[in-house]
């Protein structure tokens, strides 16, 4: 079966795919520029945009798919996992 994701939480991932295209951009303007220091930064910049966006994803599917359909007893469990993700 074929999960949706929210279009609030869609707007938000496509955010961060822009954002991370940007910021490549600069590393390879900064490579051109033999400035390594920049380059390093801004990938550490897009390393962490990148993580946000898996978390993102991960997060949306948790909550989509399984934890709606998950027993009572699991969504805690489900909650604590979802927490964990975003950290």
Known sequence: MLY????KNHGELA?????????LA??????DAD???????????ASRSLSSARALCVSEFLSGKIYKHAPV????????VRSLMKA
């Not at 955010?15 to 910021?23: F, S």
């Open 15 to 23: 955010a961060h795919v822009a954002r991370v295209e940007g910021q």
């Open 4 to 7: 949706v994701m929210q279009r």
């Open 73 to 80: 007893k699991d969504k805690a469990l489900l909650a604590d």
């Open 35 to 45: 400035d390594c220091g920049k380059a390093a930064r801004t990938l550490l910049a």
């Open 26 to 31: 600069a590393v390879r303007a900064a490579l």
